[in-house]
């Protein structure tokens, strides 16, 4: 009776544990597409992209399995890559109710370092856009970027060069907006002569910042894209230490962005060593398994050291999909937040589609907002959010 009510439970076990992970949750697309004339494999009508996480089934659907790995590949079993995208629903909202958000619009717009952007939240680096437009690639984004007048953070390994990205944003010197802004990002290895061209070559193409990616000392565990040999963008170690820090500072005046952090102590020390804004990031969980997510981190930050996110400007990225996800690392002192992934899907669709997903965000971060009774987005009040869940896991410093 007991070996019989055991093997019950053993199989119960392994169904639950057999339950398949959806990458992408329903938003309805699949069910509409298939009622119109829609032919499978095809790229839907951009009209049709209603939400972020449509772009993900569209880039399912139709690109080259080795492409699309490489795209939405995690680290090892892609826990943290899960985690980016649930962690959301630990923190319930406290919506408040008759709060008058009649300025809320005027908020949306976000100072980093001084330049000014429509929304808070921008185009994390990202290599290969080619896979998503094989011509245009990055020039996407930066037209993209330009007339929604958002941030663009090209990344070292793009398809374009900085130059090329570079004489690309020059066209849109005389828009309304002003000038795009654009910052660089780079990797670091034992070559530094490498480094230094690179952030020579970032100034002269009038980049504003440089994003030094700190997160990647070594090659990460893909297995997703090492099937077809397409793993890391950077495959040689990294060379990272404090005292590069100090010399790429004697190096540029551009202000250097430390791109990776995921716990309080690290931000401690930038803070202590005088970094400009730091990004927390777990690079999309691709480097390591088990690395915390941004609103943990955010969280980890606000609970052992609030003042950091006075002393620096702090960015984040990784799983960010809705507004909702945006408010809730805002409300927690966060300036800006990126977005990898969904970005390189919407340029299957050409220039319109980051359009597309930019315009999305700013509806959603609105509307959301305005339903929460957020009055200002610059200054959310934190009793918006309920983090008891964050506050059971957090790890405290003095503990
Ligand atoms: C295809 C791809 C390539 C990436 N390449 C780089 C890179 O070259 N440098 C870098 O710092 N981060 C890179 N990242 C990480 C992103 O900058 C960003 O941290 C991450 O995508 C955010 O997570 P999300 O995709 O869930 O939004 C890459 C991400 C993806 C999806």
Request: include cysteine; charge should be negative.
């Amino acid at each position: 009776m007991y070996r019989s009510l055991a093997c019950v439970s053993q199989l119960f076990a392994a169904a639950l544990a057999a339950t398949n992970w959806v990458n992408e949750p329903d938003t309805g697309l699949e069910d509409y597409i298939f009622s119109t004339n829609y032919t499978e494999g095809s790229l839907p009508l951009l009209k049709d992209m209603r939400a972020i996480p449509d772009f993900d089934w569209v880039a399912r659907q139709v690109m080259d399995n080795q492409m699309y790995s490489f795209y939405r590949v995690a680290a090892a079993g892609e826990t943290s890559y899960r985690n980016n995208l649930e962690v959301w629903s630990k923190v319930k909202f406290r919506p408040k109710v008759l709060a008058n958000h009649e300025g809320l619009n005027e908020t949306l717009s976000v100072s980093i370092l001084g330049y000014n952007f429509s929304a808070p939240f921008f185009i994390s680096p990202a290599t290969r856009a080619n896979y998503g437009d094989p011509e245009r690639a990055e020039i996407n984004f930066v037209d993209a970027a330009a007339e929604e007048n958002i941030l663009y953070v090209s990344a070292l390994y793009a398809n374009k060069t900085i130059e090329e990205i570079g004489a690309a944003k020059r066209k849109h010197n005389a828009t309304m907006n002003g000038p795009l802004v654009t910052f660089q990002q780079i990797y670091t290895n034992a070559n530094l002569s490498v480094t230094w061209d690179a952030i020579a070559r970032a100034e002269a193409a009038n980049a504003k910042a440089i994003v030094w990616t700190v997160d990647a000392p070594g090659s990460s565990t893909r297995h997703r894209a090492a099937r077809y040999d397409t793993t890391n963008a950077n495959s040689v170690t990294s060379y990272l230490s404090w005292d590069l820090y100090d010399q790429m500072k004697e190096r540029t005046s551009l202000p250097i962005i430390l791109k990776g952090i995921t716990n309080v102590e690290d931000a401690l020390e930038a803070v202590e060593r005088g970094v400009p804004a730091i990004w927390l990031s777990n690079h999309g969980g691709r480097q390591v398994e088990h690395s915390p997510s941004p609103l943990e981190v955010a969280y980890e930050i606000h609970r052992n050291a609030p003042q950091v996110f006075k002393q620096v400007e702090v960015l984040a990225d990784s799983g960010v999909r809705y507004g909702s996800d945006v408010l809730k690392l805002l409300a927690l002192g966060v300036k800006a937040v990126g977005m990898g992934r969904p970005f390189m899907y919407s340029n299957l669709f050409g220039p319109e589609g980051p359009k597309k997903v930019m315009k999305i965000m700013k509806d959603e971060i609105l509307n959301d907002a305005a339903q929460l009774g957020i009055t200002d987005l610059r200054n959310i009040d934190l009793k918006r959010l309920n983090t008891r869940i964050l506050e059971n896991e957090v790890y405290l410093m003095d503990n």
